[in-house]
């Protein structure tokens, strides 16, 4: 672990630099140990691949506070990476007007259409962290075999729920927004309200897995305001 200032009020946690689920352990365990402690000192926790980014009042604790914190959870807790996550099932259909790229996964993995959506539905993924835009979760524990590169030119338009890959990534579009990731299926599901609490329905740490829907199922779950 190497913990470096990132500026006059926050730290940055690192325990490697590679993707590895081992290390994810490390970031969430510390992740979840942090927010535990519910310290209005600390003001933010921003978990990516191999760190974590630490937030904090500089006006409350100084910045060898802060080491003194993180050494001591660390070295008392372990990486404890479970602590506060929730199992989230996810809708999602996989109809081609919905996955528009699940061809092209299909002609580059070599493997047909229906083995790429079971191989998809059936993994058990874990949410690395949120990025790029609010509610979008990093999934991490995709097939290798389903890695597929993202697009070339990234389109203007992705439809909120829209469910891509790229490279050995997998993730949830949460809103409209621009997007580069290979679309391969839709969930009904919103992922981002700004006006819940908390506003995302998925935290770091927490693991998810997709449970496949045909299109009357989708359009039944819409009407319900899933």
């Known amino acids: 672990m190497k913990i470096v200032p990132a500026s006059d009020s926050s730290m940055l946690v690192e325990f490697g630099d590679r993707i590895d689920p081992e290390i994810q352990d490390h970031v969430l365990g510390l992740f979840h140990a942090l927010r535990a402690l519910d310290d209005p000192r600390i003001r933010n926790l921003h978990p990516g691949y191999v760190s974590l980014l630490v937030d ?6 100084s ?38 790229d ?20 059936s993994a058990t993924y874990r949410v690395c962290f949120l990025g790029f835009t609010g509610g979008f979760a990093y999934l991490g524990g995709m097939p290798k075999v389903l890695h597929t590169p993202r697009l070339a030119t990234p389109r203007r338009a992705v439809a909120a729920g829209s469910v891509g ?23 009904p599901v919103q992922m981002f309200n700004p006006l819940a609490q908390p ?20 359009e039944q779950l819409c009407r ?3």
């Open 102 to 121: 699940l061809a092209d996964v299909s002609a580059y993995t070599g493997l047909s259409a229906e083995e790429v959506i079971r191989l998809h539905s």
């Open 165 to 187: 890959i790229a490279g050995g990534q997998t993730g949830i579009y949460p809103t409209d927004t621009p997007g580069g990731w290979r679309v391969i299926g839709r969930t």
């Open 199 to 218: 506003p995302t329905r998925v935290q770091s740490g927490d693991i998810v897995r997709f449970d496949p829907i045909n299109r009357v199922e989708f």
């Open 63 to 100: 910045p060898q506070d802060v080491l003194a914190l993180i050494e001591s959870l660390r070295s008392n807790r372990g990486p404890a990476a479970g602590n506060g996550s929730a199992i989230v099932a996810i809708p999602v259909c996989y109809d081609v007007e919905f996955g528009p």
């Open 56 to 61: 904090f009042d500089p006006l409350a604790l």
């Open 224 to 226: 319900e305001g899933a």
